[in-house]
């Protein structure tokens, strides 16, 4: 894997302090920070994950080549989002085991290996009602005569009930994949399907695009 993270910004330990005013007579906050460190701990691993998946390449059912994630690159990537002590080997934990975990899965395998027609983070614009729209697509190709359109997801859920939270997450980017689709159809005529990819739940949700597109032509790029 070839990437080169980004530069690294101050790293935050320790809580936020409170808005002005709300300090009790000896200067220390009397209300609890509102950032949220455990999401923004998750935010910033599928930022990191994400990335990789977009440069990760497997051949067919064998990882062979696959760890090349493994190593300090991971952690300069994690550091960079401003990571640092036991939130950073956190982090650098969570990432493995969602990576670990794809790589461990056919589904997983099969979404990155190497397709027709195959692209990753693909760039398409078209033209919606006055102005013109960029749609960037984590993932597609064509398997078996069908396009595929996959986006990576790097939510987390704890606990039980995974396939009712997979089935919200469907509700939820329903219309976002579907724009895609309607903005792909017009260049490829082939059947299109979707699919969500949970990485750290190895969570998987597809379904067919059944309607028609939308009139117009978009260009690759923008």
Aim: glycine share 10%; hydrophobic share 35%; no cysteine.
């Amino acid at each position: 894997v070839e990437w080169e993270p980004p530069p690294r910004v101050r790293a935050v330990e320790g809580p936020l302090p409170g808005p002005p005013g709300d300090h009790d007579s000896a200067g220390a906050a009397t209300r609890p920070p509102t950032f949220d460190w455990v999401t923004e701990l998750q935010r910033r691993v599928g930022i990191v994950v994400h990335a990789v998946l977009q440069r990760l390449r497997v051949d067919g059912d064998a990882a062979g080549g696959s760890r090349a994630w493994d190593g300090p690159r991971l952690r300069a990537a994690l550091a960079s989002e401003g990571l640092d002590g036991h939130r950073l080997s956190e982090a650098e934990r969570r990432v493995r085991a969602a990576l670990a975990a794809t790589l461990d899965d056919p589904r997983g395998r099969w979404i990155l290996a190497e397709h027709e027609d195959d692209q990753r983070e693909y760039a398409l614009t078209s033209i919606e009602g006055s102005g013109v729209k960029r749609h960037v697509l984590d993932r597609t190709f064509v398997d078996d005569g069908v396009r595929w359109i996959i986006d990576y997801k790097t939510g987390a859920h704890e606990g039980a009930g995974v396939e009712a939270f997979l089935d919200n997450e469907q509700a939820r980017y329903r219309a976002q994949l579907e724009g895609y689709a309607r903005v792909m159809g017009r260049i490829d005529s082939r059947p299109i399907r979707l699919g969500l990819y949970y990485p750290l739940l190895r969570g998987w949700r597809e379904w067919a695009l059944e309607a028609p597109p939308a009139p117009g032509r978009p260009s690759p790029g923008f």
